[in-house]
């Protein structure tokens, strides 16, 4: 299974690009790399989700370079409302549904 | 709408008694999930099932039970062997299609032990 590694915290200021790199370094051929944002006392949510090269959606991009040994999560132009838990989960994406473990997760504050 | 229901959102229990957790979703999903979190610290995973009538031990799986009956269906009980309960639990669930993968949690429940 493979486990990841973030950063435990970071802050930005409102306005900033935010970039989170998770490493994966024992991440698996069908591994697919999918990133979440928890508020308190609340579930997790989806952001993104990449297998290699860059995924762009309404809120983030994903970098994922060519050995996947890594994901950065890229947050452009944060708000105080982006302040968050942020975990990078690394699993099966097919129908084979396995073990998900997350990590520590990277608490990012965002300041005015 | 589609989604996930936990319930209760906040429990307490009296040391020595069991609990048990309610998870239901209607998003036809096969596998589902339970987490613990802690104050400050990350999801960690008790039990998982990824079809009707299986499941697999996580990495805290003691002091822990699920069922899995019916594919909408996944409570988790806490049991007295449990030494330190309280915490934050998070069910999901994950369709098993190709290329997607996306966790999908609910709400959480709070369990307090007095």
């Known amino acids: 299974l493979a486990k990841t590694t973030q950063p435990i915290s970071m802050d930005s200021y409102e306005g900033q690009e935010v970039n989170i790199t998770c490493s994966h370094n024992?991440?698996?051929?069908?591994?697919?790399i999918t990133w979440y944002q928890q508020f308190p006392s609340q579930g997790p949510r989806f952001i993104i989700q990449?297998?290699?090269t860059k995924v762009t959606n309404e809120v983030a991009s994903l970098f994922i370079p060519a050995d996947r040994k890594s994901s950065t999560l890229s947050l452009p132009r944060v708000s105080l409302s982006d302040t968050a838990v942020y975990y990078c989960?690394?699993?099966?994406?097919?129908?084979?549904?396995?073990?998900?473990?997350f990590g520590q997760g990277t608490t990012l504050q965002v300041k005015p | 709408d589609g989604g996930i229901t936990q319930s209760p959102k906040y429990l307490f229990r009296k040391e020595g008694q069991n609990v048990t957790l309610s998870c239901e979703q209607n998003?036809?999903?096969?596998?589902m999930y339970w987490y613990r979190q802690d104050p400050g610290q990350g999801l960690r995973l008790i039990y998982y099932?990824?079809?009707?009538?299986?499941?697999q031990k996580g990495d805290i799986a003691e002091g822990y039970s699920v069922s899995r009956e019916k594919k909408e269906s996944f409570p988790l009980t806490v049991t007295s062997a449990q030494k330190n309960p309280t915490a934050f639990y998070l069910c999901?669930?994950?369709?098993?299609?190709?290329?997607?993968?996306?966790?999908?949690f609910g709400e959480g429940s709070r369990l307090t032990v007095l």
């Open positions: 999901a669930s994950r369709s098993g299609a190709e290329g997607t993968g996306e966790l999908f």
């Open positions: 024992n991440i698996a051929t069908n591994d697919y």
């Open positions: 990449g297998y290699k």
């Open positions: 989960l690394v699993g099966v994406g097919s129908s084979n549904t396995g073990k998900l473990i």
């Open positions: 998003l036809n999903h096969d596998a």
């Open positions: 099932s990824q079809i009707v009538n299986d499941f």
